[in-house]
């Protein structure tokens, strides 16, 4: 069972930048395209940015420009780059895989506040 940990959220001010990690244990990562999902209070979960094995990405409108998301499956790990961040930003940050096969076990997730 792959097991996924989010870290790197906090509060940032309006313009900020933060870095998000997600490392997942199993070997089976580097196959998967995964995924950065962020739930804001009293909304649904959204994708906002993707990533296959191989490197092509895909992010949501909203973030577009923004933020940036990369893998380094040598250590299985999913990272996403957050600049330029805006209060509608604030929300608790996931990641899973991207697939139709469906979702492994959602993590604790990160908690990101945009906030002066």
């Known amino acids: 069972q792959v097991q996924l940990v989010e870290s790197g959220g906090g509060l940032v001010q309006p313009g900020g930048s933060l870095r998000l990690s997600c490392a997942a244990s199993?070997?089976?990562?580097?196959?998967?395209?995964m995924g950065w999902y962020r739930q804001a209070p009293g909304k649904e979960r959204e994708l906002v940015a993707a990533?296959?094995?191989?490197?092509?990405?895909n992010y949501a409108d909203s973030v577009s420009g923004r933020f940036t998301i990369s893998r380094d499956s040598s250590k299985n790990t999913v990272y996403l780059q957050m600049n330029s961040l805006k209060p509608e930003d604030t929300a608790v940050y996931y990641c899973?895989?991207?697939?139709?096969?469906?979702?492994?076990?959602w993590g604790q997730g990160t908690q990101v506040t945009v906030s002066s």
């Open positions: 199993g070997s089976i990562f580097s196959f998967w395209r």
């Open positions: 990533i296959t094995s191989s490197g092509s990405t």
């Open positions: 899973n895989r991207d697939s139709i096969s469906g979702k492994w076990p």
